[in-house]
């Protein structure tokens, strides 16, 4: 058997062909340092015998869900940024105490136990911060979600307001 018969008796599935030719299109577009245009985008779909309409469909999709990782990614950030606070006072009043402690008598005593306690409720919330998967991250996110499109809506309420009121 020769090579190019063995290649045209090769079988793939559906997720095969998507997986080869993402990599085939990520190697091409690495090489060559470049971006694909819409147009591009098109031509590729057509060739591929997919319909515009569905190669609509999937670029809204795909927009959807990108829209969804942003959103995801800026509450990590968030949940990351509040850690960060809430470990830096963690740090500067039981470095204090800790100081008064050991200047104020015979080493450490009392303030250990502050740290010890205080220290297991930040580690608590590290573990919150940092754990991205699961039920209770789905119900943080979802919450904080919520909160901000209610933020963002009284903001865009407030600056129509302000807006026509200055007209």
Do not use: C
């Given at each position: 058997?020769?090579?190019?018969?063995?290649?045209?008796?090769r079988?793939y599935?559906?997720?095969?062909?998507?997986?080869i030719?993402?990599?085939?299109?990520?190697?091409?577009?690495?090489?060559?340092?470049k971006?694909?245009?819409?147009?591009q985008?098109l031509?590729?779909?057509?060739?591929l015998?997919?319909?515009?309409?569905t190669?609509?469909?999937?670029?809204?999709?795909?927009?959807i869900?990108?829209?969804?990782?942003?959103?995801?990614?800026?509450?990590?950030?968030?949940?990351?940024?509040?850690?960060?606070?809430?470990f830096?006072k963690?740090?500067?009043?039981?470095?204090?105490?800790?100081?008064?402690?050991?200047?104020?008598g015979?080493?450490l005593s009392?303030?250990?136990?502050?740290?010890?306690?205080?220290?297991?409720?930040?580690?608590?919330?590290a573990?919150?911060?940092?754990?991205?998967?699961g039920?209770?991250?789905?119900?943080?996110?979802?919450?904080?979600?919520?909160?901000?499109?209610?933020?963002?809506t009284?903001?865009?309420?407030v600056?129509?307001?302000?807006?026509?009121?200055?007209?």
């Amino acid at each position: 058997m020769t090579a190019s018969e063995d290649r045209s008796t090769r079988f793939y599935t559906q997720e095969d062909i998507q997986k080869i030719l993402h990599l085939a299109i990520a190697r091409q577009a690495k090489d060559q340092e470049k971006e694909f245009s819409y147009e591009q985008l098109l031509e590729i779909a057509r060739e591929l015998e997919i319909p515009p309409e569905t190669l609509r469909l999937a670029e809204r999709d795909w927009q959807i869900t990108q829209g969804e990782i942003q959103q995801r990614q800026a509450f990590n950030n968030y949940r990351i940024g509040r850690f960060k606070k809430r470990f830096g006072k963690f740090t500067i009043v039981n470095g204090v105490l800790l100081l008064v402690d050991l200047v104020g008598g015979a080493g450490l005593s009392w303030s250990l136990y502050i740290f010890l306690f205080w220290g297991l409720g930040v580690a608590l919330d590290a573990w919150n911060t940092f754990q991205t998967k699961g039920e209770d991250y789905e119900v943080a996110f979802q919450k904080w979600y919520r909160q901000n499109q209610l933020k963002q809506t009284i903001n865009r309420v407030v600056n129509k307001f302000l807006n026509a009121w200055q007209n």
